[in-house]
């Protein structure tokens, strides 16, 4: 017996919501997985795997105005970017992005605007969840273009092409945010992020004679 059109068009819809379904259920899988740190993770090949970086740095120098300075030209310097900065009277705090590839080269700058006095680094190994990111928009826009196909094949049954456009915007829908993930998955790999605060050497009693009786007697009082 010869399937009619109505029914190829329902077992195709029915293979895009099995497809639907099995995407969803493997993006609430790796949003469950918790990162791995790239230390603890085994691999034969380490310099192919991807990674979010992100570094803490405390860094003592000797003028926090010109180590500000400082430090905002070495980011420039690196293709890099502050996104957020708090100075204070003794202290400046920046959250800073740099290319991972010049992220040795911007940690030696950082090193010479002072004396490093704290450093924590953490390396959050992503390359599986990156792999399976791109797996399923492959499986998603390989859906979306059976589903434009039927769309292009002639039929008079209106019934059929609403239900091949309520699909194709349920896939439309799974495509945009599955790329949007990518994009920002991508970003984060692509760019280190550096958490870093200047402290002065000392505050100097020249500098501020007033701050500095005022912790004096503070002291004084708390001893």
């Known amino acids: 017996?010869?399937?009619?059109?109505?029914?190829?068009?329902?077992?195709?819809?029915?293979?895009?919501?099995?497809?639907?379904?099995?995407?969803?259920?493997?993006?609430?899988?790796?949003?469950?997985?918790?990162?791995?740190?790239?230390?603890?993770?085994?691999?034969?090949?380490?310099?192919?795997?991807?990674?979010?970086?992100?570094?803490?740095?405390?860094?003592?120098?000797?003028?926090?105005?010109?180590?500000?300075?400082?430090?905002?030209?070495?980011?420039?310097?690196?293709?890099?970017?502050?996104?957020?900065?708090?100075?204070?009277?003794?202290?400046?705090?920046?959250?800073?992005?740099?290319?991972?590839?010049?992220?040795?080269?911007?940690?030696?700058?950082?090193?010479?605007?002072?004396?490093?006095?704290?450093?924590?680094?953490?390396?959050?190994?992503?390359?599986?969840q990156h792999r399976d990111l791109s797996a399923q928009l492959v499986s998603v826009r390989a859906e979306e273009a059976r589903l434009l196909a039927l769309m292009n094949t002639s039929t008079t049954n209106l019934a059929d092409v609403l239900a091949v456009e309520r699909e194709l915007t349920r896939v439309s829908t799974s495509i945009a945010q599955l790329e949007a993930n990518e994009r920002d998955l991508s970003s984060q790999i692509a760019m280190a992020r550096l958490s870093i605060t200047l402290v002065p050497a000392s505050p100097g009693f020249a500098e501020d004679p007033l701050a500095a009786i005022a912790d004096a007697a503070s002291g004084g009082l708390t001893a």
């Open 1 to 128: 017996m010869k399937p009619t059109r109505s029914s190829a068009l329902f077992l195709a819809l029915a293979c895009a919501l099995v497809s639907l379904v099995a995407v969803g259920c493997m993006s609430r899988d790796l949003a469950a997985t918790p990162s791995v740190s790239a230390s603890t993770e085994p691999s034969a090949n380490t310099s192919t795997r991807e990674r979010i970086v992100h570094i803490t740095m405390q860094i003592t120098v000797p003028d926090l105005a010109s180590g500000t300075r400082a430090l905002r030209a070495a980011i420039d310097a690196q293709a890099g970017t502050i996104s957020a900065a708090t100075e204070m009277r003794r202290s400046a705090v920046f959250e800073a992005h740099v290319p991972t590839e010049n992220l040795v080269a911007t940690r030696t700058a950082l090193d010479a605007l002072g004396e490093t006095v704290e450093v924590t680094e953490e390396a959050t190994d992503v390359t599986v």
